[in-house]
């Protein structure tokens, strides 16, 4: 078992307040998330600090698990929850598990496959699940209070900006109505399986703005991500927009209104 020592640790207490085998586990990334494979179960854990209380964290990801097996009940391709209670808290950590996926070749920078998976997404209705209300930024406000780089004068600069920015999109008009988001809608969170293109990572799953779907790939090329097949100013790019932008309005106008269950974020 590889990885940092405290996401380490924690692996290993989930696994054993679940049952699964730890010992063989390799790391497939480390970033906000820890992800490790269990090659003996067959089985992804992500690992998510949860530093102070955890509520929120377990909140988020309880709803993912939520999510996704709704939407596997769709036949929507999305990753698959392991069937067991949870998430989990261990070691300071909320650790989710998933079924592994063998992946046929790198999702690269397939915006294709992308857009036609988040044009479907967005066909579908309002699933049974308290759903919290998307935000623009994010954590973007706590990571910049919390962050031991930034001067105060830029702490405060960037804070006000952020309130500004808030303010512009809350005055936006969207063109293509509210619903169920991905969130996190890259192609990095595509997996491509031997039964086809699936979606992962579903932390950020809310309502809202069915646009907010589209701003990972703008901003991709917008801020000039090395160009690749299906990026820059090319046909695949485009398709990411245009599969979304044609859906068509009348499988949106029963979603127009929210649903009962939409939260703000992290309450």
């Avoid at 391709?77 to 392991?82: G, M």
């Avoid at 998307?134 to 001067?151: C, K, M, T, V, W």
């Avoid at 890259?186 to 799953?205: F, I, K, R």
Wanted: charged fraction near 20%; charge should be positive; aromatic fraction near 6%.
């Amino acid at each position: 078992m590889a990885g940092p020592a405290r996401y380490q640790a924690a692996l290993t207490a989930a696994c054993a307040r679940t049952g699964l085998d730890a010992r063989d586990a390799t790391v497939l990334h480390v970033r906000a998330n820890a992800v490790y494979h269990l090659p003996s179960d067959g089985v992804v854990v992500r690992l998510r600090a949860a530093s102070g209380s955890p509520d929120e964290v377990m909140t988020r990801f309880a709803t993912a698990i939520e999510v996704t097996r709704w939407l596997r009940a769709q036949d929507f391709p999305a990753i698959e929850p392991v069937s067991m209670d949870q998430p989990v808290i261990a070691a300071g950590h909320v650790a989710t598990f998933w079924r592994y996926v063998p992946v046929t070749e790198r999702a690269g920078r397939d915006v294709t496959s992308l857009g036609r998976l988040i044009r479907e997404l967005h066909s579908l209705p309002p699933p049974p699940v308290t759903l919290p209300a998307a935000e623009p930024l994010g954590s973007l406000r706590a990571d910049i209070r919390d962050s031991n780089s930034l001067p105060a004068d830029q702490r405060e600069w960037l804070l006000a900006r952020a309130s500004e920015l808030e303010r512009q999109s809350s005055d936006t008009k969207w063109v293509l109505g509210p619903g169920l988001l991905h969130g996190d809608a890259h192609v990095g969170n595509l997996l491509h399986a031997p039964g086809g293109t699936m979606l992962c990572d579903w932390d950020s799953v809310s309502y809202g703005p069915r646009e907010m779907d589209l701003v990972p790939t703008s901003m991709w090329r917008r801020y000039g991500r090395r160009a690749g097949p299906g990026m820059g100013r090319s046909p695949g790019m485009t398709s990411v927009f245009s599969q979304i932008l044609t859906a068509g309005a009348s499988s949106w106008s029963s979603l127009s209104v929210p649903p009962p269950g939409v939260r703000p974020q992290g309450r």
